[in-house]
């Protein structure tokens, strides 16, 4: 008998990361403001600051996700959820960017630690019928925490007359809650048990999966870290409420679109949904980059809200379903970690390009490189059911 996709695992693993979102998502739309009005620093070491902590987590992930395979799931989990809230510790207390530099590095080497074993460990437990819902279902967990976020941020500027460091600090709970959650975990995983056997090298990973992780990655690299986007709200004129309450919409938007994105990939095809995905990216940056009227910087916001429900936990089930047992840790932390470094990519050359203009140059180059991407995946996906 097949059995359910909405496992103990999965629930808890998404309790887990809703509390961590909700921890990094009220931290997160007061960054910009922190680094450049509170401590100024320029907006090259705002993005320089977001790509080094996603290649940090890249390195991590490589490591984590392959060790995983070995070693079983649950300590990568617990021992990364811990760092991370150890990094928001270091970030809110800071008082140049350096030390927010090392926070958010701290941070996002804990999100490595834990997020392909948690992925991998996600697999484990439920069908690989099911794998699009089930990474869906989690993603609306962490989106339903990327709202709860900015909610408490906002009325915690309410309450402490804007006081962007104080309300900061409150990120520290929910991020307690996630790492106390973590321990109630059941660990799937099976060690095979110990062989005197040749060692012998691992693996390769099926040139299906290479050749969609590399795909993938190129596409990556139009994909400007979001902090820089929060800027943009902030130099068009918007408050800092009105900038988490923008970033709240954006989250709402994914909360409502990711499961209903999961499910369709199931039934139709990754390729398909991570198009459509592009397609909202490349509309919402464009806007973004022309824009100077506060509504049309709200809707294009909001659209923004569909790329990472159609992409983050599609891509995830993409690889996942051309994954084996045996290696699925490994290609979920080579993929993830692939990801990341092209993070690093962009937000190097968005934050040098940025300027103070009526036009942000680097959202429209972003826009166009998603269009290219949109209609390759498209046109693949297209051959594929031709031949």
Excluded at 1 to 23: E, G
Excluded at 94 to 118: E, N, Q, Y
Excluded at 221 to 237: E, K, M, Q, S, Y
Excluded at 335 to 345: D, E, K, R, T, W
């Amino acid at each position: 008998m097949m059995k359910s996709w909405l496992t103990r695992n999965l629930f808890l693993l998404t309790l887990v990361s809703l509390a961590q979102d909700a921890a990094s998502e009220l931290l997160y739309p007061l960054l910009p403001i922190l680094l450049t009005g509170v401590i100024g620093a320029a907006p090259l070491a705002l993005g320089l600051i977001e790509g080094c902590a996603e290649a940090a987590a890249g390195f991590t992930k490589l490591i984590s996700g392959r060790s995983s395979d070995r070693l079983g799931r649950k300590p990568f989990v617990i021992s990364g959820y811990s760092l991370a809230g150890i990094g928001k510790a270091l970030v809110v207390v800071a008082t140049s960017w350096p030390l927010v530099f090392l926070g958010r590095v701290t941070d996002r080497i804990g999100k490595g630690l834990r997020s392909a074993p948690r992925d991998a460990l996600i697999s484990d437990s439920v069908d690989k019928a099911h794998l699009g819902r089930a990474f869906g279902f989690h993603r609306t967990g962490d989106n339903i925490g990327a709202v709860i976020g900015p909610g408490i941020a906002l009325m915690g500027l309410a309450m402490l007359d804007g006081d962007v460091r104080a309300v900061a600090r409150w990120a520290l709970i929910p991020a307690i809650i996630s790492g106390l959650l973590t321990l109630l975990i059941k660990d799937n995983f099976v060690r095979a048990p110990k062989v005197k056997v040749e060692k012998k090298p691992h693996p390769q990973l099926p040139t299906t999966l290479k050749r969609a992780i590399a795909i993938l990655v190129l596409i990556q690299l139009t994909n400007i870290p979001d902090v820089l986007l929060l800027l943009r709200l902030h130099d068009i004129g918007f408050s800092t409420q009105g900038v988490v309450l923008s970033y709240m919409l954006f989250s709402g938007v994914t909360v409502l679109a990711a499961f209903p994105g999961g499910y369709i990939a199931d039934k139709l095809s990754p390729r398909i949904v991570y198009a459509v995905g592009l397609v909202a990216f490349a509309i919402a940056y464009a806007t973004l980059g022309l824009t100077q009227n506060h509504t049309f910087a709200l809707i294009a916001l909001a659209l923004y809200g569909l790329f990472p429900a159609l992409t983050d936990g599609v891509g995830k089930a993409w690889i996942a379903g051309l994954s084996e047992s045996n290696h699925r840790g490994r290609a979920q932390g080579v993929y993830q970690a692939s990801m990341n470094f092209a993070v690093l990519g962009a937000g190097i050359w968005g934050g040098a390009m940025w300027s103070k203009g009526d036009i942000q140059w680097p959202l429209i180059f972003a826009a166009v490189g998603a269009i290219i991407g949109a209609i390759f995946l498209a046109t693949s996906h297209l051959r594929r059911v031709q031949s």
